[in-house]
């Protein structure tokens, strides 16, 4: 595909961009009625399927990127994918329609989010990601999905939100369907576009931090959106969470684990220090917004904020 001339990739990526939007719909149709017949709250399936479904674009191709002998990408998938998820996903989709944020995930989830970005911080300091820190990343995912099973019982759902029936059969295979549809464009996407920057000389790093982080991305942003027009807002800081978290302990160790190796380009504070900063913007927020067990709301506001800091780092990066 990549003989094919430049606006051939820029009308597959505006295609792939409404296959996201298509797919996703089905997609948190389908998650919401996985939630209704296992008696678990949107925000369980959000931390859960929902995350690590739109999370495996990124897995996807940062292991395609580490067996090309391009592990700074995959480097940069993760940590663009993270700020993508907060500054992007969690900010635009709060501007749509502003986030209930639960104390209990304000507490327990998102600090948790938080360790988990520091200790990646501690491995990726020094520059070098080998199979040692990458294993050590990938081990706090099972310790994660433990907690999350142990405390499922402890996020009830809100009789508030009305989530439709749907027989075992139908529920999985929407969900399934729409889950294959998010895969299958995103990859699409995620080739033209990177075709398109490395056709005008961009990095590995840098495309890994934005078009590929950005591309990867979007199925979070079509299901955190399509989540919350459908009323289930609280399935999106699931989804972000959730997916920060997969970022750092299965697609970040990826490139390690396929190709250990010192990160070309990399520029720990210009790099890693965004992802640092958004994640404790989010959990400030959080925290601020709830307290004891009383909810809070991530309104249009801090949103906002979000997103502009998230535009002026891309464009501290182009300038």
Request: net charge negative.
């Given at each position: 595909?990549?003989?094919?001339?430049?606006?051939?990739?820029?009308?597959v990526?505006?295609?792939?961009?409404?296959?996201?939007?298509?797919?996703?719909?089905?997609?948190?149709?389908?998650a919401?009625?996985?939630?209704?017949?296992?008696?678990?709250?949107?925000?369980?399936?959000?931390?859960?399927?929902?995350?690590?479904?739109?999370?495996?674009?990124?897995?996807?191709?940062?292991?395609?990127?580490?067996?090309?002998?391009?592990?700074?990408?995959?480097?940069?998938?993760?940590?663009?994918?993270?700020?993508?998820?907060?500054?992007?996903?969690?900010a635009?989709?709060?501007?749509?329609?502003?986030?209930?944020?639960?104390?209990?995930?304000?507490?327990?989830?998102?600090?948790?989010?938080?360790?988990?970005?520091?200790?990646?911080?501690?491995?990726?300091?020094?520059?070098?990601?080998?199979?040692?820190?990458?294993?050590?990343?990938?081990?706090?995912?099972?310790?994660?999905?433990?907690?999350?099973?142990?405390?499922?019982?402890?996020?009830?759902?809100?009789?508030?939100?009305?989530?439709?029936?749907?027989?075992?059969?139908?529920?999985?295979?929407?969900?399934?369907?729409?889950?294959?549809?998010?895969?299958?464009?995103?990859?699409?996407?995620?080739w033209s576009?990177?075709?398109?920057?490395?056709?005008?000389?961009?990095?590995?790093?840098?495309?890994?931090?934005?078009?590929?982080?950005?591309?990867?991305?979007?199925?979070?942003?079509?299901?955190?959106?399509?989540?919350?027009?459908?009323?289930?807002?609280?399935?999106?800081?699931?989804?972000?969470?959730g997916?920060?978290?997969?970022?750092?302990?299965?697609?970040?160790?990826?490139?390690?684990?396929?190709?250990?190796?010192?990160?070309?380009?990399?520029?720990?504070?210009?790099?890693?220090?965004?992802?640092?900063?958004?994640?404790?913007?989010?959990?400030?927020?959080?925290?601020?917004?709830?307290?004891?067990?009383?909810?809070?709301?991530?309104?249009?506001?801090?949103?906002?904020?979000?997103?502009?800091?998230?535009?002026?780092?891309?464009?501290?990066?182009?300038?």
């Amino acid at each position: 595909m990549s003989y094919l001339p430049i606006y051939i990739h820029f009308i597959v990526l505006a295609l792939a961009i409404g296959g996201l939007v298509w797919s996703a719909d089905f997609f948190v149709d389908g998650a919401a009625a996985i939630a209704r017949n296992m008696d678990l709250s949107p925000l369980i399936i959000g931390l859960t399927v929902v995350s690590f479904g739109t999370s495996a674009p990124e897995i996807l191709v940062s292991a395609s990127a580490a067996a090309a002998g391009t592990p700074s990408l995959a480097v940069g998938n993760a940590l663009g994918s993270n700020m993508a998820n907060m500054g992007l996903v969690l900010a635009i989709t709060a501007l749509i329609f502003p986030i209930n944020i639960d104390s209990r995930i304000a507490h327990k989830e998102v600090p948790i989010m938080g360790a988990v970005t520091l200790i990646a911080g501690w491995v990726l300091w020094n520059g070098y990601l080998g199979r040692l820190e990458s294993l050590g990343l990938a081990s706090l995912l099972f310790f994660y999905m433990f907690y999350l099973i142990k405390t499922a019982s402890e996020h009830p759902i809100d009789p508030t939100i009305q989530i439709q029936k749907a027989p075992w059969s139908r529920a999985i295979i929407i969900t399934l369907s729409g889950l294959a549809f998010l895969l299958v464009v995103s990859n699409i996407l995620v080739w033209s576009a990177t075709s398109v920057a490395s056709h005008f000389g961009v990095s590995d790093l840098i495309i890994g931090i934005t078009i590929v982080a950005v591309g990867t991305s979007l199925p979070e942003l079509a299901a955190s959106v399509a989540g919350a027009i459908k009323g289930h807002s609280e399935m999106a800081i699931g989804n972000v969470i959730g997916s920060n978290i997969f970022n750092l302990t299965a697609v970040l160790p990826v490139a390690g684990l396929v190709r250990p190796g010192a990160i070309e380009g990399a520029n720990f504070w210009m790099d890693f220090g965004p992802v640092l900063l958004f994640s404790a913007l989010l959990s400030t927020i959080c925290l601020h917004h709830t307290s004891g067990n009383h909810s809070g709301t991530l309104g249009r506001v801090a949103a906002g904020l979000m997103l502009l800091l998230y535009i002026g780092y891309y464009g501290l990066l182009i300038f």
